[in-house]
Each structure stands twice: as C-alpha cells, then as structure tokens.
C-alpha cells in the first residue's frame, strides 16, 4: 500500500506568489495532519483534519495559511502570499484513529526567495 | 503546556558504540511518549513508543522505558551501525488530543 503522498516535493517561488502544497493521506486514514519544520521553531503541527473537518488549527501561524480537505483522500495547504520567512519542509501525515500512530509523508521543501 | 526537551546534537558515534539520547518532557494531562527516526529526504518513521508508566518500547535494536517519576523517556542501543545515521526525535501526545509534540531532534552519525 502506497503511503502518504506529497507534491511537489520541491517548491521555489518568489516572495508574493501563491503556493498550494498537497496531500494524499493512506487509503482508510481518518484523520490527516499538517506540519512544519524549521531550524527555529523543529517540528510544529499546524493543523489537523478528522473525517475532512478542521479540528484544531491553532498552529496556523496566520491568515495567509489556509488548509482544506475536500474529500478523504486529498488535502492542501495553501500559502498566499508567501514571506521568506515562510521557507520550511511541510509535512503531511494520516492515522486510522484516535491515538493511532501518525505516518508521515516525505514532505515538501519549500523556499521563498 | 507540553514539552518536550531532548540531547542536543550532533551525536557521533563509531559503529558498535553504546547510544544514549536523553528525552524528558513536561504534559498536561497524562502522555503517550515516541521515538521517531527521520533519514535523509525522508519523513519521520515512528521508531517505537510507549503509553504508560514503566512500558518498554522496542524496535530495530533500540528500546526506551516510559519513567513517570523522572518523566523520561531516553533511547538506547547496544551496539550502533553506520545505517543508523539520521535525526532522532523524541515526542508526546496526551490523552485526548491528537497532537504530537516533538523535540528539537538529534542528529546522529555512525562512523564505519
């Protein structure tokens, strides 16, 4: 079974632009996660999902982030419009319940310029 | 809220040294604790984990014991191998919350 899948896995955009980065959790997971990671801050979840709603998203750094999960196998983070500042590896992960583990997927390196 | 403080690195080690890499933490409400290991390009792999006092975690040759009274929970391996290279973190979740909090990571380098 494929696990959770990230694109791109690389993304170069300059200061201003739209970024979306996507997420296809594992077939079956109910619940999805967004993380960053940075030098500064390690890892930090940003948001999470239980059965495509928005549970907890009190890690979202602010009103340029947005997430959505349309359906039970897709989700985005959207930048708009990105800072350099915003230049981190973002991950998704998916679990099959409460208190599951978490599997992540390889992340997105993003860089602002 | 919760924390969780681990070794800072970077750890190197030649192959077939003893580990150790400390974690404590500091939880709300009452923790489950992990271990996960992330290898160059890739996301974090959960390595092993415990969910109550005086567990053991086990996996891939490293082990870690849930200890309540010094709220710790430190990774061990007997004998380190070059393919054990990577970043190691250590992480809480507390009851009820899906949230997993991570430490800073350590970086680890077995030299051959």
């Known amino acids: 079974d494929a696990g959770v899948i990230q694109s791109p896995r690389h993304e170069v955009t300059e200061m201003g632009q739209e970024v979306t980065l996507r997420c296809k959790p594992i077939?079956?997971?109910?619940?999805l996660f967004w993380y960053r990671q940075t030098m500064m801050r390690g890892l930090e979840l940003l948001i999470y999902?239980?059965?495509?709603?928005?549970?907890?998203d009190s890690g979202m750094p602010e009103d340029r982030f947005s997430a959505k999960m349309p359906n039970a196998s897709f989700s985005t983070l959207k930048i708009q419009p990105s800072e350099p500042r915003d230049s981190a590896v973002y991950f998704c992960?998916?679990?099959?319940?409460?208190?599951?583990?978490?599997?992540f997927g390889p992340g997105t390196r993003l860089l602002v310029l | 809220g919760d924390s969780v403080t681990q070794m800072e690195g970077p750890v190197t080690l030649s192959e077939e040294a003893f580990l150790t890499i400390n974690c404590t933490y500091t939880a709300t409400g009452y923790p489950s604790l992990f271990w996960y290991v992330q290898y160059p390009g890739e996301g974090l792999q959960l390595l092993l984990k415990?969910?109550?006092?005086?567990d053991k975690g086990s996996n891939k040759g490293f082990e870690a014991t849930y200890r309540k009274e010094t709220t710790s929970f430190h990774l061990e391996k007997g004998s380190v191998q070059v393919s054990d290279s990577a970043v190691y973190f250590c992480a809480l979740r507390v009851v009820g919350n899906e949230k997993l909090t991570f430490g800073t990571g350590t970086r680890l380098t077995i030299i051959p």
């Open positions: 999902f239980n059965n495509n709603v928005p549970i907890d």
């Open positions: 992960a998916s679990s099959t319940g409460t208190g599951e583990t978490q599997y």
């Open positions: 415990a969910t109550k006092a005086d």
């Open positions: 077939s079956g997971h109910d619940y």
